[in-house]
DNA sequence: ATGGTCGTGGGACGA
């Protein structure tokens, strides 16, 4: 089963690349961030025409997550627990149900810069309840996977000058030791863990010709819990697709797990 | 230190 995460960027502006992507790399499930869009303007039947199951979280504008899955969707939740309050849509969970179940769970965690600031303190607060979910996770015992748009840089050599990245709220010790936090409770990073080439990013700004340099970092992850490491099969970055006409400024990562 | 480029929505904000 092969399982995707893409920050794409604005659905409006990205249907045309998404869709091209889907059908030359079929992911069974495809967890989307950023679609920034409420749900009612998501382009459902678009994608439900190519076989998938469809579920959005989304909001006006901003963030917003969605998940497709050619499999049925079970149970599906809005939100990260913690905090009655939080109006942003960054996180959407559901059983997957092949043969074997899958819980997915897809996440747009905050950029919090700047740094300090009221939006760091969000996205360290944000981090807090995503280790408490992420501890249920593994307390199940469970094949499950949180994947997206961490907006964490967890080590220099995932980026290609992480000199400029110092006092960023994706580098900053502070964010990649709540990282280390949920990571160590007992998930396998997948990419990592695939010990892959280095240099391979996930996300090259728009600005200062980032792309033309190279000069990405490595944020977009998939955190799987033992139960689904143990199916790991392979992991993929698409990084072809930051080359192509209308980009998103991040590029699909994929897991292949043999379920 | 600044500005550089996108997307959304139709101005300013977020990244």
Not at 36 to 59: C, I, L, M, W
Not at 94 to 115: E, K, M
Request: charged share 25%; hydrophobic share 40%; proline share 7%.
């Amino acid at each position: 089963m092969k399982i995707a995460s893409f920050n794409i960027n604005g659905i409006k502006a990205r249907i045309e690349r998404l869709s091209e992507w889907l059908d030359e790399t079929a992911p069974d499930v495809a967890l989307l961030q950023e679609i920034k869009s409420v749900d009612e303007n998501f382009p459902r039947a678009f994608f439900e025409d190519k076989g998938y199951n469809v579920e959005t979280h989304g909001q006006k504008s901003f963030n917003g997550v969605a998940i497709l899955s050619k499999l049925p969707l079970e149970d599906v939740v809005r939100g990260l627990p913690g905090d009655a309050d939080d109006e942003q849509a960054r996180w959407i969970e559901a059983t997957v149900v092949g043969d074997t179940a899958i819980r997915v769970c897809g996440l747009y965690l905050p950029n919090g810069n700047p740094a300090p600031g009221p939006k760091y303190e969000y996205k360290l607060a944000w981090m807090e309840r995503l280790q408490a979910r992420a501890a249920d996770l593994l307390a199940a015992e469970e094949p499950a996977l949180m994947a997206g748009d961490y907006n964490v840089i967890p080590q220099a050599e995932d980026a290609h000058n992480p000199d400029k990245w110092r006092n960023d709220a994706l580098f900053l010790p502070e964010t990649r030791a709540a990282w280390r936090r949920i990571v160590n409770l007992g998930f396998t990073e997948a990419f990592r863990a695939r010990d892959p080439a280095p240099l391979n990013y996930t996300f090259w700004d728009f600005q200062a010709g980032a792309w033309n340099r190279n000069d990405g970092i490595r944020i977009d992850h998939f955190l799987l819990t033992p139960q689904a490491a143990d199916l790991l099969q392979d992991v993929q970055i698409d990084r072809h697709m930051r080359g192509r006409e209308k980009p998103s400024d991040h590029v699909p990562i994929w897991i292949d797990l043999a379920a």
